[in-house]
């Protein structure tokens, strides 16, 4: 079961929004309880804007930072090697590896949970619900992908 979002009906658990900035342009993806993928296109629109803020990476692992998101005490990284996800509950503190079967990719974002996690290749967008430990592939694919976030 997914969570966050648009509720679907009341009882049931909410729908995950992932916004995929690409190619042809800006879309929300919406996750539904039983699997399915809506997209949905957003001609004219645009990614909100979030901070990256390289520093919070230690500095061991800039020289092959792609991208980075904060959100409270969580930080992740995503970096051009495998795997290519680091997480850090603490601030920076201290770092676990995440997505061991997933490729290098383009843009990383944390939801409003620590346990949402976004990741995207230029064509290919990966969701992990659980803080990074297991990833789902979405059967969505966009050419060109650059931004990934949450709605």
């Given at each position: 079961m997914v969570s966050?979002?648009?509720?679907d009906s009341p009882g049931e658990v909410e729908t995950l929004v992932v916004l995929v900035d690409s190619a042809s342009g800006l879309h929300a993806i919406e996750i539904h309880n039983d699997g399915r993928e809506v997209v949905d296109a957003r001609p004219g629109a645009r990614m909100p804007p979030r901070d990256r803020e390289p520093d919070l990476a230690p500095q061991w692992a800039r020289s092959?930072?792609?991208?980075?998101?904060?959100?409270?005490?969580?930080?992740?990284l995503l970096l051009e090697r495998r795997p290519p996800v680091l997480v850090s509950y603490d601030g920076g503190a201290s770092w676990l590896e995440r997505a061991a079967g997933v490729s290098p990719g383009v843009a990383i974002a944390l939801g409003n949970s620590p346990d949402h996690v976004a990741m995207a290749t230029t064509s290919r967008?990966?969701?992990?619900?659980?803080?990074?430990?297991?990833?789902?592939?979405?059967?969505?694919e966009l050419d060109g992908i650059t931004d990934?976030?949450?709605e």
């Open positions: 966050t979002g648009h509720e092959s930072l792609t991208d980075v998101d904060a959100h409270g005490s969580t930080v992740v967008l990966y969701v992990s619900l659980d803080g990074g430990q297991f990833w789902r592939s979405l059967d969505t990934v976030g949450w």
